[in-house]
């Protein structure tokens, strides 16, 4: 965990781990999770740096999804936040943005007749200033509410993006609990209906309904839309901060 930081633990490693739950949930509830092979395995993978290969997983498969969700929504909230022919979007307060970030970045956007012409070229103008942006708003301590959102909108993305693992997973673990069960009764012939038993299947069935319900491209995109405004929002700070005089200035 110490490999990690802030963000990579909240967006990236919380889902890995949240498809694992079912899991984990299984082999504590049935007793499991104290022998000693799965404490050796549970060890060895910890020390491997197995953390940082699950948060690198999800990751990747996060930015996949990114790329096709943003595509059948027309681009990243951020750009269409500052699209001047974006349909649905309040003018003076997109003017106010477009400002900012040219401010700040010494990046001019193309006009509405431009837009209009070549809106690849402009979009592309767009997405290099907003990243110049997101470079100039690292800072934690200045910006605590635009990183809140950052490590939001990157725990849905990841989220989505690894929803059909964390599905199989926890249905693997259901049919596994079920299985077991089965086998008490018709092999062991011993109690299959135990209280242990009835509580590892609830669980897990509890950890297949969340992967079910959770992720979701419309959280995804409230997550995308509350992040870009913070952003937009910082580089109104920033571009109010450039314009105030200097103290030598003032003298």
Same mark, same amino acid.
């Given at each position: 965990?110490?490999? %990690?930081?802030?963000?990579?633990?909240?967006?990236?490693?919380?889902?890995?781990?949240?498809?694992?739950?079912?899991?984990?949930?299984?082999?504590? +509830?049935?007793?499991?999770?104290?022998?000693?092979? #799965?404490?050796?395995?549970?060890?060895?993978?910890?020390?491997?740096?197995?953390?940082? *290969?699950?948060?690198?997983?999800?990751?990747?498969?996060?930015?996949?999804?990114?790329?096709?969700?943003?595509?059948? =929504?027309?681009?990243?909230? $951020? #750009?269409?936040? /500052?699209?001047?022919?974006?349909?649905?979007? !309040?003018? %003076?307060?997109?003017?106010? =943005?477009?400002?900012?970030?040219?401010?700040?970045?010494? #990046?001019?956007?193309?006009?509405?007749?431009? &837009?209009?012409?070549?809106?690849?070229?402009?979009?592309?103008?767009?997405? +290099?200033?907003?990243?110049?942006?997101?470079?100039?708003?690292?800072?934690?301590?200045?910006?605590? %509410?635009?990183?809140? &959102?950052?490590?939001?909108?990157?725990?849905?993305?990841? /989220?989505?993006? #690894?929803?059909?693992?964390?599905?199989? $997973?926890?249905?693997? *673990?259901?049919?596994? *609990?079920?299985?077991?069960?089965?086998?008490?009764? !018709?092999?062991?012939?011993?109690?299959?209906? $135990?209280?242990? !038993?009835?509580?590892?299947? /609830?669980?897990?069935?509890?950890?297949?309904?969340?992967?079910? +319900?959770?992720?979701?491209?419309?959280?995804?995109?409230?997550?995308?839309?509350?992040?870009?405004?913070?952003?937009?929002?910082?580089?109104?700070?920033?571009?109010? &901060?450039?314009?105030?005089?200097?103290?030598?200035?003032?003298?």
């Amino acid at each position: 965990m110490l490999w %990690l930081d802030d963000y990579e633990r909240r967006a990236r490693l919380a889902p890995g781990l949240l498809a694992l739950l079912p899991v984990s949930v299984a082999l504590a +509830v049935l007793g499991l999770s104290k022998a000693p092979v #799965i404490v050796s395995v549970l060890t060895a993978l910890s020390l491997a740096g197995g953390p940082i *290969v699950l948060a690198e997983l999800v990751r990747h498969q996060g930015r996949k999804v990114q790329e096709v969700l943003w595509a059948s =929504w027309g681009g990243s909230p $951020t #750009i269409q936040k /500052l699209r001047l022919l974006q349909e649905g979007q !309040n003018s %003076l307060q997109r003017e106010t =943005w477009r400002k900012a970030v040219s401010s700040v970045t010494g #990046i001019e956007f193309a006009s509405a007749r431009s &837009e209009r012409a070549n809106p690849t070229r402009a979009d592309e103008a767009i997405e +290099v200033a907003v990243g110049q942006v997101r470079n100039l708003t690292r800072n934690e301590t200045k910006f605590p %509410l635009l990183r809140a &959102e950052n490590r939001g909108y990157g725990f849905h993305r990841n /989220l989505y993006g #690894i929803r059909w693992t964390g599905r199989i $997973t926890a249905l693997v *673990v259901v049919l596994g *609990v079920v299985g077991y069960m089965l086998w008490l009764a !018709n092999v062991e012939h011993r109690p299959a209906l $135990t209280t242990v !038993n009835i509580l590892a299947l /609830l669980a897990t069935a509890a950890c297949l309904a969340i992967w079910c +319900v959770l992720p979701s491209p419309v959280r995804m995109k409230n997550a995308a839309e509350r992040y870009a405004y913070e952003l937009l929002q910082a580089a109104v700070v920033l571009a109010a &901060e450039k314009a105030e005089p200097s103290p030598e200035g003032t003298q």
